[in-house]
T-cell receptor
Framework: GAVVSQHPSRVICKSGTSVKIECRSLDFQATTMFWYRQFPKQSLMLMATSNEGSKATYEQGVEKDKFLINHASLTLSTLTVTSAHPEDSSFYIC????????????????FGDGTRLSIL | AQSVTQLDSHVSVSEGTPVLLRCNYSSSYSPSLFWYVQHPNKGLQLLLKYTSAATLVKGINGFEAEFKKSETSFHLTKPSAHMSDAAEYFCVVSTYSSASKIIFGSGTRLSIRP
């Protein structure tokens, strides 16, 4: 159980292209999903918290107009990198936390397999 | 405020020998603690979690971790390393006060020598 599917796994595109990444919770509902960016040999950096039915909460320094997040349903969040440039090349990972009883802090986040984005 | 420190950026062990990956945390509230593993170009997989129940937690693939409040530690261990254990390991802490966020350690790369 608790499977998160992230698609696509790899994208290579030209500078100026917009790229959409999907994150789906396959067997559970997730009011809250998260988007991370990971640089080589580093830990994950939280970009934004995606909330179903409301606006995403972005971390300081993350451009909300650059990284558009939509959480259209309890099982789907999308990240769109608009007008991507080479500096946006990175590994992007989503996660989802299952809705349930008790403190949210007891619930682990379940991660997708990531998307390797390469902008030429 | 809360934080996580993974004391070793790289650990190398021989196949069949014990594994110890160290993690210390700082938290003003009762924490929940997690260990995740990441294989190259993959997402993170949950190994185990501590959420204020038993202090010795058993996870998948033979891993376990012990929560020691007096030492503010949550070290990950495995009795006998396997080649497939080679990966990056992250210690993670969360508390109810942290506004829905979790805090990652910097990661420990585990290498297994044949």
């Amino acid at each position: 159980g608790a499977v998160v599917s992230q698609h696509p796994s790899r994208v290579i595109c030209k500078s100026g292209t917009s790229v959409k990444i999907e994150c789906r919770s396959l067997d559970f509902q997730a009011t809250t999903m998260f988007w991370y960016r990971q640089f080589p040999k580093q830990s994950l950096m939280l970009m934004a918290t995606s909330n179903e039915g409301s606006k995403a909460t972005y971390e300081q320094g993350v451009e909300k107009d650059k990284f558009l997040i939509n959480h259209a349903s309890l099982t789907l969040s999308t990240l769109t990198v608009t007008s991507a440039h080479p500096e946006d090349s990175s590994f992007y990972i989503c996660s989802a936390r299952a809705d349930g009883l008790g403190d949210w802090s007891d619930q682990p986040q379940h991660f997708g397999d990531g998307t390797r984005l390469s902008i030429l | 405020a809360q934080s996580v420190t993974q004391l070793d950026s790289h650990v190398s062990v021989s196949e069949g020998t014990p594994v110890l990956l160290r993690c210390n945390y700082s938290s003003s509230y009762s924490p929940s603690l997690f260990w995740y593993v990441q294989h190259p170009n993959k997402g993170l997989q949950l190994l185990l979690k501590y959420t204020s129940a038993a202090t010795l937690v058993k996870g998948i693939n033979g891993f376990e971790a012990e929560f020691k409040k007096s030492e503010t530690s949550f070290h990950l261990t495995k009795p006998s390393a396997h080649m497939s254990d080679a990966a990056e390991y992250f210690c993670v802490v969360s508390t109810y006060s942290s506004a829905s966020k979790i805090i990652f350690g910097s990661g420990t790369r585990l290498s297994i020598r044949p």
